[in-house]
């Protein structure tokens, strides 16, 4: 068990959040109940995660995707009231960390996602950055880009969009969770043979295609769903908190 204050406390050094000009205030977003025994993980804190959690009796949910994006309409009615009201009415306090738990290099989206499908990492995507939001690295060997998708599909457990000849050799290859395509020039930039995201947008196919670089990508949520998770497993083992990682199926 540890108390919510020293909860905020661990995860924002453990994840550097002061480093990061976000698009979303990281941390402590909704103030529950002052101790903390179980934690419930999940990738965006939807009504839907928040009734699951309920069911659990969690204390708190650790999220990637939380609440008060720069630019939304800061009115708390219709769907925002009732995601509130439903933790307020039961005491749970909501963490979320979007930017930092992208950039942790051992339990971030990029890092998990590394480890899921056996990349290994050599730099950053931004080499000037301290902390770097993406990553670049290699295969084991090379690939054919079917190959490669293929191999993805198997650990994602959803279809791949590939945008590139499938029987292309490919080695080096950069990657950035989530809706990262418009980083696709930088991927191209450091000469990597492909760059892997999460979604698509209509200029990244003729990018791709007019450049020669391969484009995957993967579905937003899917390849963010590995970095809360590990950060839950991480407070569970160095702090003694109940964990549970809940899914919730989100195809894009």
């Not at 738990?101 to 080499?127: S, T, W």
């Not at 892997?196 to 003729?206: A, C, Q």
Request: glycine share 10%; hydrophobic share 40%.
């Amino acid at each position: 068990m540890l108390k919510r204050d020293r909860l905020l406390s661990v995860l924002d050094t453990e994840l550097q959040s002061h480093r990061f000009k976000d698009y979303c205030p990281n941390g402590l977003q909704v103030e529950g109940r002052e101790q903390v025994r179980h934690l419930v993980t999940g990738v965006t804190a939807c009504q839907a995660l928040i009734d699951a959690a309920i069911v659990e009796e969690a204390d708190a949910i650790l999220v990637h995707h939380g609440y008060f994006w720069k630019n939304e309409d800061a009115r708390v009615r219709g769907m925002k009231k009732q995601r509130l009201q439903s933790l307020l009415r039961h005491d749970i306090s909501l963490f979320a960390y979007h930017l930092p738990l992208d950039a942790h290099p051992e339990l971030g989206n990029n890092a998990q996602l590394a480890r899921r499908l056996g990349l290994m990492v050599e730099g950053g995507l931004q080499p000037q950055d301290s902390f770097p939001i993406g990553n670049v690295g290699r295969l084991d060997g090379p690939m054919t880009a079917d190959e490669f998708a293929s191999h993805v599909e198997s650990v994602l457990g959803r279809q791949v969009l590939h945008i590139g000849d499938t029987q292309d050799e490919i080695e080096t290859l950069a990657w950035c969770t989530g809706a990262a395509q418009g980083f696709i020039d930088q991927a191209q930039a450091l000469g990597v043979d492909a760059y892997l995201s999460g979604e698509i947008s209509e200029p990244t196919t003729h990018f791709a295609r007019e450049t020669g670089i391969h484009y995957f990508a993967c579905g937003h949520h899917a390849t963010e769903r590995y970095g809360v998770q590990a950060v839950g497993e991480w407070l569970a083992d160095e702090y003694g908190l109940e964990h549970t990682f809940i899914d919730i199926d989100n195809p894009v």
